[in-house]
């Protein structure tokens, strides 16, 4: 697990001043990679390619990057881990290619050397995110993994430069680059908590989607910003909804029983592949299905006891953490228990900008951060229960998304436009007005919306902001075929899982330098889950039915069934007590006014709302203090400003 990040200029640069670009954009992101800093510099190109080392696999200066291909064609800046490169290389081997260490870096610049970078994509399973400079051609490609578990930013600078990072702050330590903020992306946020590729907070800056390739030549370098369109520039090198429709044709051939079999020898192999690192190595585990299940599988796998990690609360609501050490003491694991109290977290709340580098609004942000935190002072990679719900129909929303659909089904056409016209947010919380937005829901992807949205018309807060699509308004994120719940699930998997749970998890592992791994992420295991029909997901009302069973080889069945919780925190309690005298400064109307970025008006009126004690406002206002917050830090704790406008 690494950082990288780069820049082209449109013209030849210095060699010297190339390295020292580099350096800084490394040094912004050290924090993902602490044990080894590289540049490596085209100058008669105007290139250079940073790199900061996690060291996993291999922790000799053999795996230093960038990395160059034995021809010396391909130099390569790479950040993720290729879990089958042992077959790789073994392949690459009968083909005359020679190694020198037994990194997976490695192995992937002669994989692209041999194949060419999409089908060495196409035979890589991992996740990574990296750039590769072909020396011949002139051509520099970027490349993001399957699910989007790693993630890569983009855009051209004042100058023309074409920039690149793992996080913002690489490209923000570009001196041209203009940080103006994009009005559009923060309406965006308050819409879903994140910001979705191929979005970004700043102007002229985007993200790589999951399972895009972008190439960029010298024609392209020259158009810039202007010539750019994400939708026909990133290339889909592997679709999710192309693969879903696929095995749903396909389907699963065989009963309950086989099915189970497959999951289990499938996920044993995927856990396995996770578990190899030169490193300490443990896992996240919450006491949820999921987590419980891939720490299950490292510890049958392991022949000394697998270290595991959880946090526990002092509030009841948001602590599972007796059921996680009920689940550890039956594994036999090496179980770590962090008791933290509310300070604790709330000490996190002025670093969430630092740690998550773009607004980010998901308020379990901050007990994640801190389980990383906990995780790192014992081992360096952690595996975890990640994707699980996306694939197997694990989210209690899904099946009031169905039950909605159903009726706004049944509802006319035109009353359904009229209960859905604006009556403003604070007139449509809760009760009443909670089944009138139910009832206006359009179609199944408006169901889905209406349960994973939080401001429903933050374009009217937002000033000079627009709506933006996302996977849940555009209907070619729907699959062609199968169920309505498979489709719900599609637009999670293309959406919500890499943008905000692997984002999530993605900045706090790595804002203490912990890689995480996520085995039920496994390509392989995502294919697999599409085929199944829906009764081995949902059964009986009961979620995660086939995972579930699969846990019930290793665990009881009362550490089992059990209802799922939320890895959350009591936001709401901290904004009417602790942290009411930080919000309202966050919020001050002048403050707002003078900012440009909201209208103080509606702002203000939710904030007086929430702290007269209506309803859960903390879910709306959290994600514009995330961004107020953010807005601070990076004017003042990063060292470059930020245009207001």
């Known amino acids: 697990m690494c950082g990288i990040a780069g820049a082209w200029a449109p013209k030849p640069e210095d060699a010297g001043v190339l390295h020292a670009l580099g350096a800084a954009m490394g040094t912004a992101i050290a924090h993902r990679g602490p044990d080894d800093a590289g540049t490596w510099v085209d100058a008669a190109a105007g290139l250079v390619l940073s790199h900061r080392r996690l060291s996993i696999l291999d922790l000799s200066p053999l795996g230093h990057q960038p990395m160059a291909s034995a021809d010396g064609r391909w130099q390569l800046a790479y950040n993720g881990e290729v879990y089958n490169h042992a077959a790789l290389r073994a392949e690459l081997t009968t083909l005359g290619h020679g190694f020198r260490g ?209 946090i526990g609360f002092d509030n009841a609501v948001h602590d599972e953490s007796a059921h996680a050490a009920a689940v550890a003491k039956h594994l036999g694991t090496e179980h770590t228990e962090l008791r933290v109290d509310g300070r604790a977290a709330l000490d996190l709340v002025p670093s969430m900008p630092r740690v998550f580098d773009e607004p980010f609004a998901d308020s379990s942000q901050l007990p994640t951060t801190l389980l990383c935190e906990l995780t790192r002072r014992h081992v360096t990679v952690a595996l975890s229960g990640d994707g699980g719900d996306e694939l197997f129909f694990g989210y209690g929303r899904y099946a009031r998304a169905l039950r909605n659909h159903r009726m706004a089904a049944r509802v006319p056409a035109p009353l359904r436009r009229l209960l859905g016209r604006d009556r403003g947010e604070a007139a449509r919380a809760g009760g009443l007005a909670a089944f009138r937005a139910a009832l206006a829901a359009d179609g199944l992807q408006g169901a889905a919306r209406q349960r994973v949205q939080r401001w429903r018309e933050p374009e009217a807060v937002v000033i000079g902001a627009r709506r933006l699509p996302t996977a849940y308004d555009d209907p070619a994120a729907l699959p062609r075929n199968g169920t309505p719940a498979d489709a719900l699930m599609a637009l999670d998997f293309a959406c919500y899982l890499p943008e905000d749970i692997l984002t999530k998890v993605d900045r706090a592992s790595m804002s203490v330098s912990l890689e995480a791994r996520a085995p039920l992420l496994d390509w392989r295991v995502a294919e697999f889950a599409w085929s199944l029909p829906m009764a081995m997901k949902w059964q009986d009302g009961r979620l995660k039915h086939l995972p579930k069973r699969l846990l019930g080889r290793y665990l009881p069945d009362g550490l089992v069934q059990r209802p799922k919780s939320g890895f959350g925190a009591p936001v709401g309690d901290w904004l009417r007590g602790p942290l009411r005298d ?61 245009t207001l406008r």
């Not at 051609?137 to 930013?153: C, F, H, I, Q, T």
């Not at 209506?614 to 961004?627: S, Y």
Request: hydrophobic share 45%; no cysteine.
């Open 102 to 310: 037994h990194s997976d870096t490695e192995i992937l610049v002669a994989a692209i050397a041999q194949w060419g970078v999409e089908s060495a994509l196409a035979r890589a399973n991992g996740m990574f995110a990296f750039a590769a400079w072909d020396t011949r051609a002139r051509e520099l490609w970027l490349a993001r993994d399957r699910v989007g578990k790693k993630p890569l930013y983009y855009g051209w600078s004042g100058d023309g430069s074409f920039v690149f990072g793992s996080e913002l702050a690489a490209l923000r330590a570009h001196p041209a680059l203009r940080s103006e903020v994009d009005p559009d992306a923060l309406a965006l946020l308050l819409r879903l908590d994140y910001i979705p590729a191929p979005h970004a907070i700043l102007r002229d800056v985007h993200k790589l989607a999951a399972g895009r390739l972008l190439r960029i030549d010298a024609a392209r370098l020259a158009d810039g910003i202007s010539g750019h369109d994400p939708a026909r520039d990133q290339q889909a090198w592997w679709s999710a909804r192309e693969r879903q429709e696929a095995m749903i044709e396909r389907g699963f051939e065989g009963d309950e029983t086989s099915a189970l079999e497959a999951l289990d020898a499938l996920l044993r192999d995927a856990t396995a592949l996770r578990m190899e690192a030169d490193v300490p190595l443990g896992a996240f585990l919450s006491g949820g299905t999921d987590s419980s299940l891939v720490t299950a599988l490292m510890q049958a796998q392991s022949p000394r006891p697998v270290r595991s990690f959880s």
């Open 582 to 642: 930080w919000g309202e400064a966050q919020l001050e109307e002048r403050r707002l006014r003078d900012e440009g970025h909201f209208d103080p008006t509606p702002v203000r009126a939710l904030w007086n709302a929430f702290q007269a004690g209506e309803r859960k406002w903390h879910t709306h206002l959290w994600g514009i203090l995330m961004f107020q917050a953010w807005l601070e830090h990076a004017r003042t704790g990063s060292g470059r400003s930020l």
